[in-house]
């Protein structure tokens, strides 16, 4: 296994821990600021409009499990992913009037067989951005992973994750689903399972290992670039089809 947890320094700890929480309560309230004025814009496409009633739906669910755990038993499962980012932002603008803030949030990071450095230089910046006491683990398996973090972190009950409908296992999924047998049992709570691939997306359309991703052949055009072979390609928020966005992935 290999941890790194990432925790505030150790001088002054009192003032550390303090100017720690005034720097997430900021952050929250700025976030939550952002996403009330988008909620309270007058959109003018269905596409937008869509986002907006997503976004409510996945704060809702947040709000729920904030009233069914104490933060003390809540992490997140972050990877620097467009789907947990864009959950990670709507679980900061929640957590704006949450009456007692830690310094930092649980998390983890489950690393993939193969990580693009891009990807763990991203994770290990944006954890500290966004105020997450981020704990690495490589395993074998996300299993494995889970288990020693909760072995680790005992008094965790339930882990925020970004899981989509048409991402693998996701289809039956809904917001909130206790482990399966055999798993470290924990409750997933999945506030963006319902969005689609066209209301979240970031850099390649899905991303894994440096061994398994390549683009996505969806989104080629015939052109003159350095992509190879006369290839270019077009940016990834332009898929729409959420059946295409693992086309660049070899499992």
């Known amino acids: 296994m290999t941890e790194t ?24 309230s700025k976030l939550n600021a ?11 496409t269905e596409r937008l409009k869509r986002v907006q009633d997503q976004t409510r739906i996945s704060i809702h669910v947040i709000q729920e499990a904030l009233k069914r755990y104490s933060l003390s038993e809540i992490s997140f499962s972050y ?3 467009k ?13 704006s009037t949450h009456p007692s803030l830690p310094a930092l949030l649980e998390s983890i990071y489950i690393v993939p067989p193969h990580p693009f450095s ?10 500290s951005q966004y105020h997450l006491s981020l704990a690495r683990y490589a395993k074998d398996s996300m299993k494995a992973a889970f288990a020693d973090y ?15 409908r048409t991402d ?17 049992s924990f409750m997933r709570v999945q506030p963006v399972i319902d969005w689609h691939y066209v209301e979240i997306w970031t850099g390649y359309t899905s991303l894994g290992g ?34 295409e966005e693992r086309l660049g992935r070899d499992r």
């Open 79 to 81: 990877n620097g992913g």
């Open 168 to 184: 693998p296992h996701g289809a039956d999924l809904t917001h909130f689903d206790m482990t399966d047998h055999g798993w470290p």
């Open 150 to 164: 909760l072995a680790e972190k005992p008094e965790i009950k339930a882990i925020f994750v970004g899981t989509r």
């Open 5 to 28: 947890v990432i925790h505030p320094p150790v001088d002054q700890p009192h003032a550390q821990q303090a100017n720690g929480q005034h720097s997430l309560r900021a952050l929250c």
């Open 210 to 243: 440096t061994t398994d991703t390549h683009p996505n052949p969806a989104l080629r055009v015939e052109g003159s670039g350095k992509m190879g072979q006369g290839w270019e390609y077009r940016p990834a928020y332009e898929l729409e089809d959420d059946g």
């Open 118 to 127: 891009e990807v763990d230089t991203f994770v290990e910046s944006s954890s």
């Open 34 to 44: 952002q996403v009330e004025a988008f909620l309270q814009e007058d959109v003018q």
């Open 83 to 95: 789907d947990c980012l864009v959950l990670l932002i709507l679980y900061l603008a929640a957590l």
